[in-house]
C-alpha cells in the first residue's frame, strides 16, 4: 500500500531535521558519519521509523544503540524545528540501514576474483 502523501511530506520533513541533527552531533565525533537513509511514519503519524547509515560500519551498532538511549532528546530537538510544521511529534525508533554495507560487501566480492 503507498503512503499517502501527507505521509511521504511528513518522512522528507523528518528525514532533512533528523539529517541536520545528525550532522551538527557528528562533527564532535571525528570520522564518523550518519546520514539517515530513510524515514517511514505510521499512518496515524504516531511512530516514526528512522533507517540510518553509518560509517564507519564497525561502530553502526554501538552507536545505534546510544542513539536509540538518547532519542528523548533527540525527539526534543526534533520538535523545537517542526513546531510550526508538525502538531504531533512522532515518536522515533532508529534502525540500521545495512543496504549500503550489502551493497560493498558485493562490491568486494566482484572485485576479489
Known sequence: MMDSNRQQKINRLI???LSEIFLLD???M???FISVT????SPDLGIAH??????PAEKANELIVNINENVKTIRYDMGKRLAK????IPELTFHLDDSL???????RLLKDD
Open 38 to 41: 530513510n524515514v517511514r511514519v
Open 50 to 55: 528512522a533507517y540510518l547509515s553509518i560509517f
Open 101 to 107: 554495507d550489502y551493497i560493498e560487501n558485493i562490491d
Open 85 to 88: 510544521q508538525l502538531r504531533v
Open 30 to 32: 571525528h570520522g564518523v
Open 15 to 17: 528525514q532533512k531535521e
Open 26 to 28: 557528528t562533527k564532535k
